[in-house]
């Protein structure tokens, strides 16, 4: 349980090797590598260096297995059955590495007048308004960025293409990673490479959903990103077809009438073996959660459509899953606790494998596979809401911001409080109105406290500066990891020395929550049957 130190004074790991020669091996065969592994603190593994010799040291034969020849301990039996799973790079046929704009302290700001300020500034121009986009620069950090492709060095535009003006979500991963697996989050707008960390960049995007050129009416045509024959196979196990959502994106289109004529289309392309294109559909936000059943029902309103309606109801029963349930599908896998720990060596190199609906065996009845299958989407689904901050009624945070101050940023420290409980919560607060721009920096106790719920482990307090805090903030979500980075520290750490506004605020505490419910929902997941080990 104590820490692991270094032997030198540096941040690197050592490794001790001994290569022996001994003119015995035969042409073309492997030579033998036998591993032992030492950790602890530095006094304690220079003792065991004095009293051991290569002699009576227990090291391991490692396996030397192609193609990968890891070095180190594996579970060769669960490798097996990882590689049978589906590459979700294979799966989504368009991706890329996010925008790498070179200059970021020119090009991307948190303040939209200062941005353009800059960027006239630096390269001599008259900076378009129009050229301004909202970005995803750090996991729950939305900036600002001057999108031209003249001065941002990888604009990555056709994959962005995707997201700008339109709707659509893309599911953000990482090929390699040094740390154990973390790297999966979502994004609704164009982002940048470095969501997870800034040290081992080159996070990946991959849309849900791909948009062609506009059309004289000025819509957009869009087809899922899926792997035709890979969604193929995962229709066959879940006995189900993969059916577009009318309603994704529908919002922001204006359109009453957007794709209605094609409601209901399938998109298994994988029947027609060359893809075709599929034909005026919409978009992806506002889709009905799914409950915890084997049945789902389209819940859409299609207005003055009754037809569709009808059509909706008898087929989507049992037979239809959306192409947001299968990526809410997925994000519920990543976020398996149990997935994560028992393929952690496979997954720091390369893209995660996703386990099919049926990965348990065949033994299982087709209705047990379906409802595993929506189980998963259902918690997937509210994880996804959660990193997208969406539907956190403010009513809800349980998160406070007591103190009135500067609020300005100094050093952010986490300090335990002891003995919380129900009844001490947010007592100094108690009868006060409840947190608004009118008494901004008085109080931010949203929940009432006659209702505060039941919590177990809320028992820290984030202090900005000296004075001012962040109250009732959960350990678990001070210390959650997103990548390499703790985004309820790395949030504040970003803004050191600067002023937080009302809006600051509030968000912070949104973050504090998506993150403890999804420490939370993540438990949840390992309950469903999903994987043979």
């Known amino acids: 349980g104590s820490a692991d130190q270094n032997v030198f004074d540096i941040k690197q790991g050592v490794s001790i090797n001994l290569f022996v020669k001994t003119n015995k091996k035969a042409k073309n065969e492997l030579a033998k590598v036998y591993h032992y592994d030492l950790f602890g603190k530095r006094e304690f593994k220079y003792q065991f260096l004095i009293n051991n010799s290569i002699k009576n040291i227990a090291f391991n034969e490692l396996p030397q297995k192609e193609p990968m020849y890891f070095m180190v301990n594996k579970d060769f039996e669960v490798e097996?059955?990882?590689?049978?799973?589906?590459?979700?790079?294979?799966?989504?046929?368009?991706?890329?590495?996010?925008?790498?704009?070179?200059?970021?302290?020119?090009?991307?700001?948190?303040?939209?007048?200062?941005?353009?300020?800059?960027?006239?500034?630096?390269?001599?121009?008259?900076?378009?308004l129009n050229k301004v986009q909202k970005i995803d620069y750090r996991t729950f950090d939305r900036k600002y960025i001057y999108y031209d492709n003249n001065y941002v060095e990888r604009s990555r535009e056709k994959l962005m293409t995707n997201f700008l003006k339109i709707s659509n979500i893309?599911?953000?991963?990482?090929?390699?990673?040094?740390?154990?697996?973390?790297?999966?989050?979502l994004t609704n707008i164009i982002a940048e490479s470095c969501l997870f960390e800034s040290a081992f960049a080159n996070n990946s995007i991959?849309?849900?959903?791909?948009?062609?050129?506009?059309?004289?009416?000025?819509?957009?045509?869009r087809i899922p990103n899926f792997n035709p024959k890979i969604l193929a196979e995962i229709e066959a196990k879940l006995g189900m077809k993969c059916i577009d959502d009318e309603n994704?994106?529908?919002?922001?289109?204006?359109?009453?009438?957007?794709?209605?004529?094609?409601f209901g289309k399938v998109l298994n392309f994988a029947e027609v073996e060359n893809t075709p294109e599929v034909e005026n559909t919409p978009e992806v936000e506002n889709t009905p959660e799914v409950e915890n059943t084997s049945e789902?029902?389209?819940?859409?309103?299609?207005?003055?459509?009754?037809?569709?309606?009808?059509?909706?109801?008898?087929?989507?029963?049992?037979t239809n899953f959306s192409p947001l349930n299968l990526l809410d599908y997925i994000y519920a896998v990543l976020h398996s606790p149990k997935y994560r720990e028992t393929y952690k060596e496979f997954l720091k190199i390369d893209f995660p494998r996703v386990p099919f609906p049926d990965a348990v065996g065949t033994s299982r009845d087709l209705s047990t596979i379906q409802k595993n299958f929506w189980d998963l989407v259902q918690l997937g689904s509210e994880i996804r809401k959660l990193h997208l901050l969406e539907e956190i009624a403010n009513k809800d945070l349980q998160t406070k911001y007591p103190i009135a101050g500067n609020n300005v940023v100094a050093k952010p420290t986490f300090v335990t409080t002891e003995n919380f409980s129900k009844e001490n919560f947010g007592k100094?607060?108690?009868?006060?109105?409840?947190?608004?721009?009118?008494?901004?920096?008085?109080?931010?106790?949203?929940?009432?406290?006659?209702?505060?719920p039941e919590v177990e482990n809320l028992t820290g307090k984030v202090f900005i500066n000296e004075?001012?805090?962040?109250?009732?903030?959960?350990?678990?979500?001070?210390?959650?990891?997103?990548?390499?980075?703790?985004?309820?520290?790395?949030?504040?750490?970003?803004?050191?020395?600067?002023?937080?506004?009302?809006?600051?605020?509030?968000?912070y505490q949104k973050i504090i929550y998506a993150l403890t419910k999804t420490d939370e929902l993540m438990k949840k997941i390992d309950d469903i049957c999903f994987t043979e080990v």
Request: glycine share 4%.
């Open 428 to 452: 100094e607060n108690f009868g006060k109105e409840n947190f608004s721009k009118e008494n901004f920096g008085k109080v931010s106790n949203f929940a009432e406290v006659k209702n505060a």
């Open 80 to 128: 097996e059955i990882y590689n049978s799973y589906f590459s979700l790079k294979e799966f989504f046929v368009e991706n890329n590495i996010g925008i790498v704009t070179a200059k970021d302290s020119i090009l991307i700001n948190d303040n939209v007048d200062e941005l353009l300020a800059k960027v006239s500034e630096f390269y001599k121009i008259d900076a378009d």
């Open 296 to 318: 789902v029902e389209n819940t859409s309103e299609v207005e003055n459509t009754p037809e569709a309606k009808n059509a909706s109801k008898a087929e989507s029963k049992k």
């Open 467 to 507: 004075t001012q805090y962040f109250d009732n903030v959960p350990e678990t979500a001070w210390n959650f990891y997103i990548g390499g980075y703790q985004p309820a520290q790395k949030w504040l750490k970003d803004r050191k020395e600067r002023e937080l506004s009302y809006e600051d605020i509030l968000h």
């Open 170 to 185: 893309g599911l953000v991963l990482k090929r390699q990673s040094k740390y154990d697996f973390s790297y999966a989050f």
């Open 248 to 262: 994704f994106g529908k919002e922001n289109f204006g359109k009453e009438n957007f794709g209605k004529e094609n």
């Open 206 to 221: 991959c849309p849900l959903y791909l948009y062609q050129e506009p059309t004289a009416f000025d819509e957009r045509e």
